[in-house]
């Protein structure tokens, strides 16, 4: 997976998949300019960790530099009008469902007036690519599986949903307009270490080992294509990196990342109950409108792009997230 040293520019460096993919390009030897705005869409402190933490791992000086800003605020991207980059990465949303159904406004500004802003620097900037993060939210009413990249994504069920279909079709006129590559990322339920606190299995890990009863929508009959941190890092990391994407005629493009794989949420309880060592409390609950009943990745475009990833097990992907849960949180729950 080897990238010519190029600059970074990436959104949302202290978000989930942010933090894992500064930490792998930078390994890479590439320069990194990372921001972020550190809002409280979530607990700010894992956040601020996930900095920390680069800071302390990158030893390079040279090579991660973090500036805090908003990007739905134009003034305040001009905190770095004085850096060139080759690559800009577009992770930083207001993300989650239930977010932008408590939150609406904020998902709207952040979600699309950012990304216009996103858009607007780039070419500004000349940069090669624009790789930004979509979501499987879009399939939204879809039932036929696995979703695929051709099939119509117009019913979406949430405003995040609407949002990330938003960007796609900004993108596209973009890259129509103005011949710069652009490549949205449908991403398929992220799981892993230092993941997001709001997402199912790590706030279900939190109330298990604090003995609280855990919400189980639609009687625990969802299913989630869940795909392992590390899997969406070398995606990335060879989607820069195809000959295939760069001699493409199409200038905006879309691929699914996912297993191809469905989990019951009910086995999802039950991984966590085998290495938390400890019995959910469950409270099964009506479906909530918002939510998808099933996501199922379609990855054939992907594979055409010769992309290879080495599809971590479930069982396994979720025991390496319960071992860094319990290391993090040792001092928390006295685990």
């Given at each position: 997976m080897?990238?010519?040293k ?14 894992h ?6 390994s ?12 409280p ?13 680069l800071k ?38 207001q ?30 900037n ?29 019913s979406?069920l ?18 129509h307009?103005?011949k ?33 009863k855990i919400d189980v ?6 299913k ?6 590390d ?47 400890k ?20 990855i ?11 599809n ?11 071992d ?12």
């Amino acid at each position: 997976m080897k990238i010519k040293k190029s600059s970074f520019l990436i959104t949302g460096a202290a978000g989930f998949i942010g933090f894992h993919l500064i930490n792998k390009i930078t390994s890479l030897g590439h320069k990194v300019v990372g921001i972020d705005d550190l809002n409280p869409n979530y607990d700010k402190k894992i956040k601020k960790d996930r900095i920390n933490f680069l800071k302390n791992k990158i030893k390079n000086k040279n090579l991660f530099f973090f500036i805090k800003c908003n990007i739905a605020n134009k003034n305040n991207l001009k905190k770095i009008t004085n850096y060139k980059f080759d690559y800009v990465i577009h992770l930083a949303a207001q993300a989650g469902v239930r977010y932008s159904l408590l939150n609406p406004e904020k998902v709207f500004n952040s979600n699309i007036q950012g990304f216009y802003n996103i858009l607007e620097l780039v070419k500004k900037n000349n940069a090669k690519h624009l790789i930004y993060a979509s979501s499987s939210s879009v399939y939204g009413g879809n039932t036929k599986l696995p979703f695929s990249e051709s099939d119509k994504v117009d019913s979406p069920l949430n405003l995040y949903a609407a949002s990330k279909k938003c960007n796609e079709l900004l993108a596209y006129s973009f890259s129509h307009i103005n011949k710069i590559r652009t490549t949205g990322l449908r991403f398929f339920s992220v799981y892993g270490p230092w993941g997001r606190p709001d997402m199912a299995y790590y706030s279900f890990s939190k109330k298990i080992v604090k003995n609280q009863k855990i919400d189980v929508f639609n009687g625990g009959k969802h299913k989630r294509d869940f795909t392992y941190i590390d899997e969406i890092i070398s995606s990335i990391i060879q989607i820069v990196n195809s000959k295939k994407l760069k001699n493409s005629k199409n200038f905006h493009n879309i691929f699914n990342i996912g297993t191809n794989k469905k989990i019951k949420l009910m086995q999802l309880i039950h991984y966590l109950e085998f290495f938390l060592k400890k019995k959910a409390k469950i409270n099964f609950t009506k479906r909530q409108e918002a939510d998808m009943l099933e996501t199922h990745a379609d990855i054939r475009w992907l594979k055409k792009l010769n992309i290879k990833t080495k599809n971590t097990k479930f069982v396994n992907g979720i025991g390496k997230f319960v071992d860094w849960f319990k290391e993090y949180h040792k001092n928390d729950f006295n685990l």
